[in-house]
């Protein structure tokens, strides 16, 4: 299901805290009404009331000439919201100051307790539920992205996505479970527990592909429930860079040091607050910035570290100058090596960004993303001179040149690249690759054209499965017919053989034709591609819609958890897992 965008949740969330407000025109409103605003206010009304359209229309149906009636289901609709989108407990309804609000806006109206208001998102989480499993069968494919999550209380959870493009061609993510896992993080445990779910959501025999970290047991996983198997390309661009961070020492004791500074400045308020004044007396014009602290898991917080520390090197300098400290600064010949490593490691940070990407198709884009990688970097060995980045970037190329070599091996990816209009095989890196991967996607054609004959053929005469065969070469023996068995084994071979190379022959006109055409823009949507032309390639359309909906990484899952951690704060560390779970799907899938 499509997932909202920032701008919209944030439209929902004022939707949700100021619903009531924006049916106050003034406070001495009598009970259960609220007076028409006046001339002076209709223009904040109607920009609030554009703000919460959906709630405000409903309430202007009950308008008159001189009042407005407030609607109870509107309002319990308003609350359930911000239960989902606010992240807010069941509990605020019994709050003091909550009660005294909504007695301020309307002394009649009874805030539902409680349980009231949990078994109103109990109710709305069926509805959603149904309605998205509805989405789901529909789908003819359906790639799935896994990962597991620790919670504060210690409890371990599976978070499931699926991903997967409708009738009409358009790309969909939902969250399919996020489950407690309190068995051992075994490859058997959790191929147990993805079987069942695949089964409640009707999809064991449509999911295509799962995606995951690198973990072995996740890898072992999607062997025993035999599935296809792609490492999360983001986690793979993380053990690329940290492991040519790592082999650099001088930029490794860079790291070090500036994790020092910025430790520094975030645990003391006195060289905080000279920092603040530093920077405003440097550049009074612009917004004041805090140092970035390295996040050991993720190797872009390293690149955000070091590119905030190069930007603020003369406040941070300054700043240490003037505080008794003994942390000294970063030399000239320390930030000149940031400066090269951060355009080393730039558009490594750029890629991580578009691959962790949900809302587009992402998984075509790999192999081409990762080859403009190799090429970029190529390019900016000129630009390099101290040893030390050079050495980096060499490290980084000789690591993009193994991954991309099995990827492009991988047919889930390399198939993907080619069925994407705006790659085809302009986007591998190897000449080779390329038409090898045009000759498995023309079998994967002829076996789509295979199965859509052999289907024709049954829907034609559905007695043909009950009946027995009265063709020839396959009647019952008779008296002669000994004479003649290698003449009619020969005839049938022949007959295979001709359905066979019509196949492949129909296959390999529609794929070159495809690939023949020019590439669509790079900013263009291949879906919008393919539904334009999907009855001019029926069999190509049929992989399209199989293969692009495969995610890149598996950063889904963990968007999915970073809204989990919200929701079972150590406010609310008491939530069942099936409440939690409830609240995340509505979150993400609403």
């Known amino acids: ?6 701008p919209e949740k944030k439209s929902a969330k004022r939707a949700s805290r100021h619903v009531l407000i924006t049916l106050v025109a003034t406070p001495k409103a009598s009970e259960g009404t609220l007076l028409r605003p006046k001339p002076h206010e209709t223009g904040f009304l109607r920009h609030r009331q554009h703000i919460v359209s959906p709630v405000i229309r409903n309430e202007m149906a009950h308008r008159d000439d001189n009042e407005l009636t407030v609607d109870k289901k509107a309002v319990e609709e308003a609350l359930i919201n911000m239960i989902i989108v606010d992240c807010q407990p069941f509990s605020f309804v019994e709050d003091t100051g909550f009660r005294k609000l909504i007695q301020a806006f309307d002394p009649t109206y009874v805030l539902p307790t409680r349980q009231t208001l949990k078994a109103m998102v109990e ?3 069926q509805q959603a539920k149904e309605k998205a499993q509805e989405l789901v069968a529909k789908s003819s494919a359906v790639s799935i992205t896994a990962d597991m999550w ?13 991903h997967f493009i409708d009738e009409h061609t358009s790309l969909h993510s939902a969250v399919l479970g996020v489950l407690h896992f309190p068995d051992r993080h075994t490859a058997e445990n959790m191929a147990a527990v993805k079987s069942a779910l695949m089964a409640q959501w009707g999809i064991s025999t449509k999911v295509t592909c799962l995606v995951t970290d690198g973990a072995a047991n996740m890898a072992a996983c999607a062997k025993d429930l035999h599935l296809r198997h792609t490492i999360c390309v983001a986690h793979t661009l993380n053990l690329i ?8 020492t001088e930029l490794s004791e860079i790291c070090l040091q500036c994790r020092r500074i910025v430790g520094y400045f975030k645990s003391s308020t006195t060289a905080k607050t000279r920092l603040t004044q530093v920077q405003e007396q440097m550049k009074p014009t612009e917004h004041v910035l805090k140092l970035i602290q390295e ?3 993720r190797w872009n917080s390293t690149f955000h570290m070091l590119q905030r520390m190069y930007y603020l090197k003369e406040a941070v300098g300054a700043a240490l100058a003037g505080l008794h400290t003994d942390i000294t600064p970063l030399t000239s010949h320390q930030l000149r090596l940031i400066s090269e490593s951060l ?6 940070n750029d890629a991580t960004v578009e691959l962790s990407e949900e809302k587009r198709v992402s998984g075509s884009k790999v192999i081409p993303l990762l080859a403009m990688l190799h090429h970029t970097l190529e390019d900016d060995m000129g630009a390099i001179q101290m040893e030390e980045s050079k050495a980096m970037a060499e490290g980084l190329k000789k690591q993009l040149r193994d991954k991309l070599y099995n990827l492009q091996a991988m047919s889930v990816m390399s198939l993907a690249t080619l069925l994407d209009p705006r790659f085809k095989k302009i986007g591998f890196f190897s000449p080779n690759k390329a038409q090898e991967a045009e000759r498995r996607l023309t079998a994967e054609c002829a076996a789509v054209i295979r199965h859509r004959a052999s289907s024709s053929l049954s829907s034609s005469n559905p007695s043909s499965s009950t009946q027995p065969d009265t063709s020839e070469g396959s009647q019952p023996v ?6 003649w068995r290698r003449l009619d084994h020969t005839v049938m071979q022949r007959r295979t053989q001709s359905r066979t190379q019509s196949e492949s022959a129909d296959a390999t006109v529609e794929v070159h034709t495809y690939l023949g055409e020019p590439n669509t823009s790079r900013k263009s949507n291949p879906l919008d591609y393919w539904e334009q032309h999907k009855h001019i390639y029926p069999n190509l359309y049929k992989l ?6 495969t995610p890149a990484s598996s950063v889904p899952c963990e968007r999915v958890f970073s809204k989990a951690g919200e929701i079972l704060s150590k406010k609310r560390n008491r939530l069942k897992p099936k409440t939690l779970e409830m609240l995340i799907f509505l979150n993400k899938n609403e």
């Open 1 to 6: 299901m499509r997932v909202p965008s920032k």
């Open 241 to 248: 860079v940290k492991k040519a961070l790592a082999e650099n």
């Open 123 to 125: 109710e709305r989480y």
């Open 478 to 483: 008779e008296q002669g017919d000994k004479l």
């Open 295 to 297: 996040v050991e898991t």
């Open 343 to 348: 355009q080393v490691l730039s558009p490594f």
């Open 544 to 549: 399209a819609i199989t293969l692009l909906c």
């Open 150 to 162: 620790t919670s504060i209380n210690t409890d371990a959870y599976l978070a499931v996505t699926g």
